[in-house]
């Protein structure tokens, strides 16, 4: 039995729900006909998240992510269900969840582009009730934290991209939060910035700090490569969530196999098409040996049974790669589906 309450989680969400009624013309305003019903944004959303856990949340465009990033950040309020942050609720203690949270965009515009860096963020730590030694300290530690040390001096209009993105983060962190919130962070940079700035969110400020990172990200092989857990979204609803593993087992996708080996005759080609698990057998034999193909839902167990019989029969094996379904491929399939799979 699960006896953990809000309070040991990072993130803590029951039935969320958030309802917009659409806006009314000037003659609806005056008539009660043809009212356009209510819109669930968020509809009925449960999450877990675990301290010190870099997790993603993905959906297409009008899934609910924002809708349901702007509650966890206290920007708008639920219309029904509950939300802790750090064991704070979200409606109940909103001026303690904004201490403990972070709240990470790509709006570079907000920054002073004729300002340095350093004085861009003295700036937004005055606004955040930062001030004195305290203040100076804290901006020295959140520059050296993304690297930008030998260029906080300089001003923001000379940042390349990926420097302003790292100064997006600096900011968000001014607060020491335990919870920091990343909308899209490796937007519009090239592709090394884009795998520094992974690696600075796992290594850093994950694994080395012990932070909680939620991630929303269009870049589904982000997501795959960074993320303990991910969740989709579509349609303001959870479809599923877990680990990768975990979206597999729940869509139910097999792994595919290839083997390159030595010659095989036809009575070891029907004996490897019997055995269970190995579906869809290919067997293909030229002159240089034999490319053998399969899939499994039962993963490894099938691959040994194919190893098994290959060497007992004498035969070499010279290369074998498996591979498993990627996040595209699932995300793909369980939007299509609609599937309800949580898995908190």
């Given at each position: 039995?699960?006896?953990?309450?809000?309070?040991?989680?990072?993130?803590?969400?029951?039935?969320?729900?958030?309802?917009?009624?659409?806006?009314?013309?000037?003659?609806?305003?005056?008539?009660?006909?043809?009212?356009?019903?209510?819109?669930?944004?968020?509809?009925?959303?449960?999450?877990?998240?675990?301290?010190?856990?870099?997790?993603?949340?993905?959906?297409?465009?009008?899934?609910?992510?924002?809708?349901?990033?702007?509650?966890?950040?206290?920007?708008?309020?639920?219309?029904?269900?509950?939300?802790?942050?750090?064991?704070?609720?979200?409606?109940?203690?909103?001026?303690?969840?904004?201490?403990?949270?972070?709240?990470?965009?790509?709006?570079?515009?907000?920054?002073?582009?004729?300002?340095?860096?350093?004085?861009?963020?003295?700036?937004?730590?005055?606004?955040?009730?930062?001030?004195?030694?305290?203040?100076?300290?804290?901006?020295?530690?959140?520059?050296?934290?993304?690297?930008?040390?030998?260029?906080?001096?300089?001003?923001?209009?000379?940042?390349?991209?990926?420097?302003?993105?790292?100064?997006?983060?600096?900011?968000?962190?001014?607060?020491?939060?335990?919870?920091?919130?990343?909308?899209?962070?490796?937007?519009?940079?090239?592709?090394?910035?884009a795998e520094h700035i992974?690696?600075?969110?796992?290594?850093?400020?994950?694994?080395?700090?012990?932070?909680?990172?939620?991630?929303?990200?269009?870049?589904?092989?982000?997501?795959?490569?960074?993320?303990?857990?991910?969740?989709?979204?579509?349609?303001?609803?959870?479809?599923?969530?877990?680990?990768?593993?975990?979206?597999?087992?729940?869509?139910?996708?097999?792994?595919?196999?290839?083997?390159?080996?030595?010659?095989?005759?036809?009575?070891?080609?029907?004996?490897?098409?019997?055995?269970?698990?190995?579906?869809?057998?290919?067997?293909?034999?030229?002159?240089?040996?034999?490319?053998?193909?399969?899939?499994?839902?039962?993963?490894?167990?099938?691959?040994?049974?194919?190893?098994?019989?290959?060497?007992?029969?004498?035969?070499?094996i010279h290369h074998c790669?498996?591979?498993?379904?990627?996040?595209?491929?699932?995300?793909?399939?369980?939007?299509?589906?609609?599937?309800?799979?949580?898995?908190?």
């Amino acid at each position: 039995m699960n006896n953990l309450s809000s309070t040991d989680y990072a993130i803590y969400v029951d039935q969320l729900t958030k309802r917009f009624c659409p806006p009314k013309g000037l003659l609806k305003l005056f008539s009660h006909s043809n009212l356009k019903q209510p819109v669930n944004a968020v509809s009925g959303v449960d999450l877990k998240i675990d301290k010190s856990e870099l997790f993603g949340l993905l959906g297409p465009n009008g899934a609910g992510k924002t809708t349901l990033i702007k509650m966890l950040c206290t920007l708008i309020a639920p219309t029904s269900g509950t939300a802790f942050i750090n064991g704070y609720d979200v409606v109940q203690q909103e001026h303690l969840v904004r201490q403990s949270i972070g709240l990470v965009g790509s709006e570079e515009r907000s920054f002073y582009w004729r300002l340095s860096a350093r004085d861009n963020l003295e700036f937004f730590a005055t606004l955040y009730g930062l001030s004195g030694r305290k203040m100076s300290k804290r901006i020295s530690e959140v520059i050296d934290l993304v690297g930008l040390g030998d260029h906080a001096d300089r001003m923001f209009q000379t940042y390349s991209t990926g420097m302003k993105q790292k100064m997006c983060v600096a900011r968000g962190l001014l607060t020491d939060p335990a919870v920091l919130f990343l909308d899209e962070p490796t937007r519009s940079v090239d592709p090394l910035t884009a795998e520094h700035i992974r690696m600075f969110i796992k290594e850093t400020l994950v694994r080395d700090h012990g932070r909680t990172v939620v991630l929303t990200t269009h870049r589904l092989e982000e997501a795959e490569q960074v993320c303990d857990r991910i969740a989709i979204m579509d349609n303001g609803r959870i479809l599923a969530c877990g680990s990768m593993d975990e979206l597999r087992t729940i869509l139910r996708t097999p792994c595919e196999y290839e083997l390159i080996t030595g010659k095989v005759d036809g009575k070891l080609s029907e004996q490897l098409k019997k055995l269970p698990h190995a579906d869809n057998m290919q067997i293909h034999v030229d002159a240089s040996g034999c490319n053998i193909s399969f899939v499994s839902h039962k993963g490894g167990s099938a691959l040994a049974s194919v190893i098994r019989l290959l060497t007992e029969s004498g035969i070499n094996i010279h290369h074998c790669r498996s591979e498993e379904a990627s996040l595209e491929r699932l995300f793909a399939g369980i939007v299509k589906k609609g599937i309800d799979g949580t898995n908190d």
